[in-house]
T-cell receptor
Framework: DTGVSQNPRHKITKRGQNVTFRCDPISEHNRLYWYRQTLGQGPEFLTYFQNEAQLEKSRLLSDRFSAERPKGSFSTLEIQRTEQGDSAMYLC??????????????FGQGTRLTVV | GQQLNQSPQSMFIQEGEDVSMNCTSSSIFNTWLWYKQDPGEGPVLLIALYKAGELTSNGRLTAQFGITRKDSFLNISASIPSDVGIYFCAGQRNFNKFYFGSGTKLNVKP
């Protein structure tokens, strides 16, 4: 399978704990996006990388959230001191660096986080 | 931030009927993408549009990039039960992040 891979698929954690999610993009893609989705809503932008550089971070992202892409391949999203409001589906997508007609972003299956 | 308005929010149709949904914005976009999402899964890309006025098909699906660059339309012909799901539009400006609509939930009665 050469699609976007996210791990774990599901995570249940107690409030106050830290969690980390991983995303492996399609191998030749140098763009990687993180989105969050709550029930009944469309995906909401969190941050994106081009290679290892984090080019944009949403103002909605509190300082409890941090994302890395150290070698320009896989990425991790960490949430510190989780709160119940962090419960959501966390989606990762990847694409080629946009040049004309190749900007399609492909999503992984997501990580469902439940904070209890 | 940018807001994409999708309509209708939901629709109930009979198998075999055609479906139309649209996405509008107050801002201009360079790229429009359409996705389908099943419960508990990530969105799956259906169609990508890059040029104002462009009409692109993928099987029974046809999408158009609005001439004003502020809207896009998705049509599904001869719907079947497996078309059930939530359809999202996404717009991109200046090759940065994608903005998503809130989705159109499609129900198909056999």
């Amino acid at each position: 399978d050469t699609g976007v891979s996210q791990n774990p698929r599901h995570k249940i954690t107690k409030r106050g704990q830290n969690v980390t999610f991983r995303c492996d993009p399609i191998s030749e893609h140098n763009r990687l996006y993180w989105y969050r989705q709550t029930l009944g809503q469309g995906p909401e932008f969190l941050t994106y990388f081009q290679n290892e550089a984090q080019l944009e971070k949403s103002r909605l992202l509190s300082d409890r959230f941090s994302a890395e892409r150290p070698k320009g391949s896989f990425s991790t999203l960490e949430i510190q001191r989780t709160e119940q409001g962090d419960s959501a589906m966390y989606l990762c997508a990847s694409s080629l660096e946009p040049r004309g007609r190749n900007t399609e972003a492909f999503f992984g299956q997501g990580t469902r986080l439940t904070v209890v | 931030g940018q807001q994409l308005n999708q309509s209708p929010q939901s629709m109930f149709i009979q198998e075999g009927e055609d479906v139309s949904m649209n996405c509008t914005s107050s801002s201009i976009f360079n790229t429009w993408l359409w996705y389908k999402q099943d419960p508990g899964e990530g969105p799956v890309l259906l169609i990508a549009l890059y040029k104002a006025g462009e009409l692109t098909s993928n099987g029974r699906l046809t999408a158009q990039f609005g001439i004003t660059r502020k809207d896009s339309f998705l049509n599904i012909s001869a719907s079947i039960p497996s078309d059930v799901g939530i359809y999202f539009c996404a717009g991109q400006r200046n090759f940065n992040k994608f903005y998503f609509g809130s989705g159109t939930k499609l129900n198909v009665k056999p």
